[in-house]
């Protein structure tokens, strides 16, 4: 499976940004999907998580009630949503898949992810 993740850019804080990600094949609908970001300098961390049915999501404490993370198995495709963006959310932001087939629990460990995307840059003035 390729993905590809595309929709960042700059924006001032307090600003809103969606990232998408349009993944190749159609057992896109079958796979857990994270959104991961890697600030320079540190090391890659989960963001938000999708189980293949949108039934769960996570995110962490800092995105909870900011960003929210969607999908449309339709379109083989996961975003998300950052509104309230602040300096600190910059970062190369990546999406990833989990290959399981139906996963019911969601992974928040980068290296539980098969399939990643190119990553799309977002920076956050203040």
């Known amino acids: 499976v390729q993905l590809q993740a595309y929709g960042g850019g700059l924006v001032q804080a307090g600003g809103s940004l969606r990232l998408s990600c349009a993944a190749s094949?159609?057992?896109?609908?079958?796979?857990?999907m994270g959104w991961f970001r890697q600030a320079p300098g540190k090391e890659r961390d989960i963001v938000a998580a999708i189980t293949w049915n949108s039934g769960t999501t996570y995110y962490i404490d800092s995105a909870k009630g900011r960003f929210t993370i969607s999908r449309d198995n339709a379109e083989n495709t996961v975003s998300l949503q950052m509104n309230g963006l602040k300096p600190e959310d910059t970062a190369v932001y990546f999406c990833a898949a989990d290959k399981r087939v139906r996963p019911m629990l969601l992974s928040r460990r980068v290296s539980a992810y098969d399939y990643w995307g190119q990553g799309t840059e977002v920076t956050v003035s203040s």
């Open positions: 094949e159609r057992t896109f609908s079958t796979y857990n």
